[in-house]
């Protein structure tokens, strides 16, 4: 499974967008970009998922380069709730994902009025 | 749509008794996962169940067990708790297993061992 690396935490402002990076280098070519986010006492929740250039939904976008080494998170006009920790991770299919999925230490979103 | 559904929510042991937690499933889901959160290790992945089979496991002693029924909940046991086994329970149920589809969370249970 490949390794993530991403910040540990960031600030930001009501109503700004907030891009999270994450690098993951040896990402393997079925390989997904998945990204969750959790809050305090809560179980993580899916955001969005991806495996090439842009995906959006109704939460974020996620932009992933040609090369695939390293994905962004965005989350426009962020609120208070959004202060969350936000985990990328890179999903295998086929024989790959039996749903053990590797969560790092997460980034650390503070969203400050 | 209920979500992932956790029981008990909290719960407070001796080290050395022995507990048992229980997961229901998003419905028509079949793969169960458990996962142990703690501030200094962090989301580790326990073990998963699909279709009342382990399918993988994770690096926890032989204290940590689970089992899966029919109707594909799951259930975790710990015997002979340790004060380090203090931790928030995490189960994630999914449609499939070996595929991309995204983890469903529960809540939780936070166990306690004093």
């Known amino acids: 499974l490949a390794k993530t690396t991403q910040p540990i935490s960031m600030d930001s402002y009501e109503g700004q967008e907030v891009n999270i990076t994450c690098s993951h280098n040896n990402i393997a070519t079925n390989d997904y970009i998945t990204w969750y986010q959790q809050f305090p006492s809560q179980g993580p929740r899916f955001i969005i998922q991806g495996y090439k250039t842009k995906v959006t939904n109704e939460v974020a976008s996620l932009f992933i380069p040609a090369d695939r080494k390293s994905s962004t998170l965005s989350l426009p006009r962020v609120s208070l709730s959004d202060t969350a920790v936000y985990y990328c991770?890179?999903?295998?299919?086929?024989?790959?994902?039996?749903?053990?999925?590797?969560f790092g230490q997460g980034t650390t979103l503070q969203v400050k009025p | 749509k209920a979500g992932v559904t956790q029981t008990p929510r909290y719960l407070i042991k001796t080290r050395g008794q022995q507990v048992t937690l229980s997961c229901s499933p998003i419905s028509g889901h079949r793969s169960v996962s458990w996962y142990q959160q703690t501030p200094g290790q962090g989301l580790q992945f326990l073990f998963e169940y699909f279709s009342e089979t382990q399918r993988n496991k994770g690096n926890f002693p032989g204290r940590f067990s689970g089992r899966q029924f029919s109707n594909s909940r799951s259930e975790m046991n710990v015997s002979t708790l340790e004060l380090g086994d203090s931790a928030l329970y995490l189960c994630?149920?999914?449609w499939g297993t070996g595929d991309y589809s995204p983890l469903h969370f529960g809540n939780g249970t936070r166990l306690t061992v004093t």
């Open positions: 994630a149920s999914s």
């Open positions: 991770l890179v999903v295998t299919g086929s024989s790959g994902n039996t749903g053990k999925l590797i």
